[in-house]
């Protein structure tokens, strides 16, 4: 009976991981270029034979790879990633991958992100255009061009954020190892004047959310159950 109580507990222990993911999916529904996580559960089996028990794993969360779907906003300063790629910013925590491209232009010039972080080149260097010649023009390849010269572009990298992975504000990513800059892919581009929303579905992780609340209230049920019969069978044995 002991092995029953110790199977839902942690079975509790993984549904209620799985609910804080669910939860914080949903609260970045509409949070721009944020990817939701998921998370892969496995069984952990104790003991061997007829006497071995199967215990839910705490799990380890994953990256979704599924895109957002784009939004035209026509502002020169947005940007949203075509294909699989990110872009870096340097924060006060080192470089952060992500795709959000809600950028700007400060008054030195520098490519900003929404929190005010330096965007990166191709090389991991901020981007620094002229403020005097107003927006840049970017092409396909994340190339900005001012008064059509050659100012600089945007760094597009290669990352795997692997499991378990750690977040940074609501769509960055910290990076476990160095990221590769990406060359020479025809299929990952910018477009400039779009955005990525987030990758969230809303209705279906409502669905998921009533569902694990629903094996929660389940496994509480049973525990109650074991814990009731360990008092029955106590009692029946004190009694002799």
Known sequence: MQDSLYVALSSQIALERRLDTIADNVANAS???FRATGVKFE???????????????????????????MTETGNPFDFAIQGDAW???????????TRDGRFSMNENGELMSIEGYP???GGGAPIQLDPRNGPPKAGADGSLRQNDQ???AIG???????QNFVRYGNSG???????????????????????????????QE??????????????????????????DAIKTLGSK
């Not at 061997?48 to 599924?66: D, E, I, M, Q, R």
């Not at 669905?207 to 360990?230: G, K, P, Y």
């Open 31 to 33: 949070t721009i270029g």
């Open 43 to 69: 069984d952990v089996v104790s003991g061997t034979g007829p006497k071995s028990v199967s215990f839910a794993s705490s799990g380890n969360t994953y990256l979704s790879t599924a895109h957002g779907s």
């Open 87 to 97: 872009f870096a910013i340097e924060t006060p925590g080192g470089t952060v991958m």
């Open 119 to 121: 965007v990166l080149d």
């Open 150 to 152: 050659l100012v600089g």
């Open 156 to 162: 597009l990298y290669n990352f795997d954020p692997g």
């Open 173 to 203: 990513i910290v990076p476990a190892r160095t990221p590769e800059p990406v060359t020479d892919r025809a299929d990952v581009g910018v477009a400039q004047g779009f955005l990525e929303e987030s990758n969230v579905n809303p209705v």
């Open 206 to 231: 409502m669905t998921r959310l009533i569902m694990v609340q629903r094996a929660f209230e389940n496994t509480a049920a049973l525990m109650r159950q074991t814990d009731s019969t360990t008092d």
